[in-house]
């Protein structure tokens, strides 16, 4: 069963991510911004708060999205600006 191993939260409401099984990229979190409890991490000082526990992302008011679901959308990082900044 994959794990996510870290999650640091970078610019765009994005994740750059670390699984157990090697795979790393940038999950983003944008498209369920708008979705029920998920609204919250459009406080950017909020998003940052995540970690990874439990096996995937948490936040604490318990937001989460599964390792599974994270792998399934994981884009690589080389599409991506290679300067990735560290705010939401």
Do not use: C
């Not at 992302?57 to 080389?78: C, R």
């Amino acid at each position: 069963m994959v794990k996510v191993i870290t999650a640091e939260p970078i610019e765009g409401y994005r994740l750059k991510v670390l699984l157990s099984n090697g795979k790393q990229g940038i999950f983003d979190v944008t498209p369920y911004l708008d979705k029920g409890v998920f609204h919250e991490l459009k406080d950017r000082e909020y998003f940052r708060r995540v970690n990874a526990a439990f096996g995937g992302v948490v936040w604490p008011h318990e937001q989460d999205f599964s390792a599974e679901t994270i792998e399934f959308e994981l884009q690589q990082e080389d599409r991506f600006n290679p300067s990735l900044q560290r705010t939401a």
